[in-house]
């Protein structure tokens, strides 16, 4: 059995990677991970830290070398729903990347044959697996629709707890990396100043803002989520200094730094897409937002104001409906609930309103398949949730890509957690492009200026990282 095992080690070690989307029918492939997986497949230890943050400063600027990172921070949010304060995988062992055709059956096959962790992301364009909807937007970023990698050495952090699982082949590395890690520079690089442009000008997002009030008020949609984009050609940044920035200013608990190859994805998100714990499903869209002022007074007003606001609970609780109906394609029958309504929750720059609805599911039901029935989240999209998103498709002039879709991790024991990415800053190094969005719900309450005041509310923290 060693023998075999050591023969099959070296045979992984001769090829730095697999792409499953390049080898559909591998059965070679198949074979050798079924073997491992028999044999042990990671290596795992704990250490105690004695300085969390430095240390997690420490591991991402080490992560950069690279060419698949996926970095999680919670920001030390307190939240009842939380693995890990930090996690780190980086270096693909094998990988999916694909377009939306049959992603989800694709993502399907892919996790069941590696059992293992694997991280990657929904681009919001998955959806036309889903449906027969299209997206002909402009694009100008150029990112796969599905992309997920099982990496060869991961970290977990917890408090200063740091458990550490590589794979087999790669465990001799363990202590040299370490040693890097612990002697890893953490440098400021100053970017060159960035022209912010801006794809739909104020008047025209009026105008698409009272076209959708339009629909609204002949019974086509009751809510949708409008976005637009801003950008910047030609443009050369720091990826690692602008999410620092951006993470410094919104502290949120979804933050992501995600890296493939020149590829980049810097967020700061304050919402949860969908997590899995065992049988029970967990979601917590948020729909309403006031800003944070300085003085306390003010800002309890703001909060108080927010909380009452009866159009802002009226697009949570629209939301929530919707939630409730893709959460029970996959319920055991009567265990869709609402654990909490409209919960006020206060972040570094805003005040949010988020639910949170939950169900459990038999231990046969797929995790891929969960995620397909609920995806794209309702929050980024409207109610009824097909028609809110043919018009937006209809009055939005960028394609939306991995802005809406959602980051995260599938476990070994097939839980999951994944964010939504909003109040992020997208950027392809190759093509010299930047890109960020943002959005508001549009209800029969809305108005066009208060929507338009909203999208810039939730722009301000882009706007100063790359200014």
């Known amino acids: ?128 697996d889903v449906e027969e909807l299209h997206s002909n937007n402009f694009d100008g970023l150029h990112f796969p629709d599905l992309f997920f990698f099982q990496p060869k050495k991961l970290f977990l952090l917890k408090g200063n707890q740091l458990e550490v699982q590589y794979l087999r082949l790669c465990d001799d590395e ?38 959708m009030l339009e629909h609204i008020h002949r019974g086509d949609i009751y809510e949708a989520n409008f976005c637009m984009e801003f950008y910047a050609e030609n443009a050369t940044l720091e990826p690692v200094e602008i999410y620092q920035k951006l993470n410094a200013i919104s502290k949120p608990p979804f933050a992501i730094f995600f890296k493939n190859n020149q590829q980049y994805l810097l967020c700061a998100s304050p919402e949860r897409y969908l997590r899995k714990e065992a049988n029970k499903i967990i979601s917590q869209p948020i729909k309403g937002t006031a800003k944070r002022f300085s003085d306390e007074t003010l800002d309890n007003n703001s909060k108080s104001a927010l909380e009452q606001n009866p159009k802002e609970r009226s697009e949570n609780i629209m939301i929530v409906d919707l939630v409730r109906n893709d959460l029970s394609h ?28 939950v169900s459990n599911v038999e231990n046969t039901t797929s995790p891929v398949e969960i995620l397909k029935t609920t995806f794209p989240m309702g929050s980024m999209t409207g109610a009824p949730k097909i028609s809110a998103m043919k018009i937006i498709e209809e009055l939005e002039e960028s394609k939306r890509g991995l802005y809406s879709g959602a980051v995260g991790y599938f476990t070994p024991h097939n839980d999951f957690d994944f964010n939504v990415v909003i109040r992020s800053i997208l950027y392809n190094a190759a093509a010299n492009y930047v890109s960020f969005s943002v959005g508001s719900a549009i209800t029969s309450q809305s108005n066009p200026e208060q929507e338009y005041e909203e999208c810039l509310l939730k722009a301000k923290a882009m706007f100063e990282v790359l200014s």
């Open 1 to 128: 059995m060693n023998f075999l095992l050591n023969v099959i080690l070296f045979l992984l070690k001769s090829v730095p990677k697999f792409s499953f989307a390049s080898f559909p029918t591998a059965n070679y492939f198949i074979v050798i991970l079924s073997a491992i997986k028999t044999m042990s497949l990671r290596t795992i230890f704990s250490k105690k830290i004695d300085n969390p943050e430095g240390f997690k400063n420490q591991l991402l600027h080490w992560s950069q070398q690279f060419a698949e990172v996926v970095f999680l921070d919670s920001n030390n949010y307190h939240q009842k729903q939380s693995s890990f304060d930090c996690v780190l995988a980086v270096d693909a062992f094998t990988s999916i990347k694909t377009d939306y055709h049959n992603c989800f059956e694709d993502l399907k096959q892919y996790q069941q044959q590696t059992k293992d962790w694997l991280f990657g992301y929904l681009s919001y364009d998955v959806k036309n």
């Open 174 to 211: 363990i202590e040299s990396d370490f040693d890097e890690i612990n002697q890893c520079s953490v440098f400021n690089v100053e970017h060159s100043e960035i022209d912010i442009k801006q794809r739909i000008s104020k008047d025209e997002y009026f105008s698409k803002v009272n076209k």
């Open 330 to 357: 996959t319920a055991i029958k009567g265990t869709v609930a609402v654990e909490e309504l409209c919960g006020i929750y206060t972040f570094e720059q805003v005040h949010q309103m988020i639910s949170t609805v």
